[in-house]
Every structure is written in C-alpha cells, then in structure tokens.
T-cell receptor, first 110, second 114 residues
Framework: SQELEQSPQSLIVQEGKNLTINCTSSKTLYGLYWYKQKYGEGLIFLMMLQKGGEEKSHEKITAKLDEKKQQSSLHITASQPSHAGIYLCGASRGYQKVTFGIGTKLQVIP | DAGVIQSPRHEVTEMGQEVTLRCKPISGHNSLFWYRQTMMRGLELLIYFNNNVPIDDSGMPEDRFSAKMPNASFSTLKIQPSEPRDSAVYFC????????????FGEGSRLTVL
C-alpha cells in the first residue's frame, strides 16, 4: 500500500474551471513536495511545504499543508490546457528520503 | 545549465540480458536518487546516495538490482539478469542538501524487457 494517498486518481476538467487535488499521509511529514510530470518526461518541481498551515502559490497553482502536517491540497485556478499532466505529491520524513504518491492524472479540455 | 542526464532514453532487451542505466547528476549536487515508475506502483525510490555513499537501498527489489556511484559525476543502475517485470521508466534525480531539498529529475530511461 502507498504511504501517501492521492485523490482523485484522475480528473477531467473543462478549461477555465478550478480544481483541487488532495494528498494524505498517515504519519506526520517533515516536508511535502508537489511535482508535475508530462507524459514521457521527468518531474518538474512545483513547491515544497514544511510548516503546519503553510500555503504557497506559483502562478495559478496554490498548495497548502494542514496544521497537523498530514494532509496537503493543490488547487489550480482557471485551469488551462498547459496544466494537463500528472501531479505527484512527495513526502519527506527524514534525511532527504522522498517517497511519492501514485499521482493524479489531469486532463484539461479546451 | 545542464540538468540531470540519463542514458539510454530507451532500452529494449530480452529476458536474461544485463541492463545498465547511467546517470550524470547536476554538477555540485551531493545527493543522487534512483526511482522506478510503473502504472501500478507509481514512483518508487530504489536507492539514494549522499557524497557517493549509498545511504538507503531498502527499495531495491532484488539482488538482481545493483547501483554504484564511483564518483560525484556518475552513477549506474544495473539489472542482471533482467526480467519482463522490470519493465518500467527509471528516473535518476540529484539534489544539494539544503532546507528545500528539491530533487532535480532526469528525463528517465524507459526499459522494456521482452
């Protein structure tokens, strides 16, 4: 079983719509990472959250980490086709060892 | 700036053959990671090195898998003998030990074992 649970596993939205992807851990996290992957390519770093209650934004993507540091959400505002891809959350519980969830596949329909 | 460089990008081989995947991390980075990605299991951490020393290889599936990092600019992941279930995309990532801990990924090596 995965240490990190992501939901939903796949998502199809119409361009312009908002969406949220969730990542849940059963254990307290030292750090929570969000990465994006396009098919056939490597992973691109989006942001990292470390403190309980922390929130970060990059362009139209916002990520939050809850106070208990066990759950994170990634929110995309006014989605565009360029947002399509696989979003992965990664968790660090110690010295740089980062494990990932299975990912959420996002399709944005023009 | 050159990113993490992996080779080969694609490899098709027959069961029983030896496979060697190569990685050149970003210059100056002192940590290197090998991951494997499949549809069923997602992205799995196989092994990681700090300053060329293997720190955690608990993710290496079997003795058929081995990884080395002879110097700061090169690492290999070897599978011998290969099996069809090893078919996956293998990613190498590197990082500099800092508070952010951002991992920089290569483009991956897609392995198909027939």
């Amino acid at each position: 079983s995965q240490e990190l649970e992501q939901s939903p596993q796949s998502l199809i939205v119409q361009e312009g719509k908002n969406l949220t992807i969730n990542c849940t851990s059963s254990k307290t996290l030292y750090g929570l990472y969000w990465y994006k992957q396009k098919y056939g390519e490597g992973l691109i770093f989006l942001m990292m959250l470390q403190k309980g209650g922390e929130e970060k934004s990059h362009e139209k993507i916002t990520a939050k980490l809850d106070e208990k540091k066990q759950q994170s959400s990634l929110h995309i505002t006014a989605s565009q086709p360029s947002h399509a891809g696989i979003y992965l959350c990664g968790a660090s519980r110690g010295y740089q060892k980062v494990t990932f969830g299975i990912g959420t596949k996002l399709q944005v329909i023009p | 700036d050159a990113g993490v460089i992996q080779s080969p990008r694609h490899e098709v081989t027959e069961m029983g053959q030896e496979v060697t995947l190569r990685c050149k991390p970003i210059s100056g980075h002192n940590s290197l990671f090998w991951y494997r990605q499949t549809m069923m299991r997602g992205l799995e951490l196989l092994i990681y090195f700090n300053n060329n020393v293997p720190i955690d290889d608990s993710g290496m599936p079997e003795d058929r898998f081995s990884a080395k990092m002879p110097n700061a600019s090169f690492s290999t992941l070897k599978i011998q003998p290969s099996e069809p279930r090893d078919s996956a995309v293998y990613f190498c990532a590197s990082s500099l030990i800092t508070d952010t801990g951002e991992l920089f990924f290569g483009e991956g090596s897609r392995l198909t074992v027939l």
